[in-house]
């Protein structure tokens, strides 16, 4: 069984910063890609970034220049600075076993951005 637990979301102003954890537990003889999503009230979950095993990244493009994915085995951390009231959202760690293609999610964090 794998569990996800994240951690670092709150309250800040337009232009702060926050740094969101995100640990992955349990079946650690597996692989996994981990990604950040995030989802916005009345809005879809959207990707905001990717870091594979090897350390291969991806961003969505208004988060770029700004947020910084990293990883240490299966612990990822996003760094999100200058960060705007359009980041405001709950955000989501998600573990994809790249041999079963399993799915697994976080219980999601708030950020909210507001001055």
């Known amino acids: 069984q794998v569990q996800i637990v994240e951690s670092g979301g709150g309250l ?7 740094r969101l954890s995100c640990v992955v537990s349990g079946d650690t003889n597996d692989t996994f890609a981990i990604s950040w999503y995030r989802q916005a009230p009345g809005k879809q979950r ?6 594979g095993s090897p350390g291969t990244t991806n961003y969505r493009n208004s988060v770029k220049g700004r947020f910084t994915i990293s990883r240490d085995k299966n612990m990822v951390g996003l760094q999100m ?28 964090t708030q950020v909210t951005v507001s001055s």
């Open 12 to 18: 800040v102003q337009p232009g702060g910063s926050l």
């Open 46 to 51: 959207e990707l905001v970034a990717a870091i």
């Open 81 to 108: 600075n200058s960060l705007e009231p359009e980041d405001t959202a709950v955000y989501f760690c998600n573990a994809r076993s790249i041999t079963t293609y399993a799915n697994y999610w976080g219980q999601g």
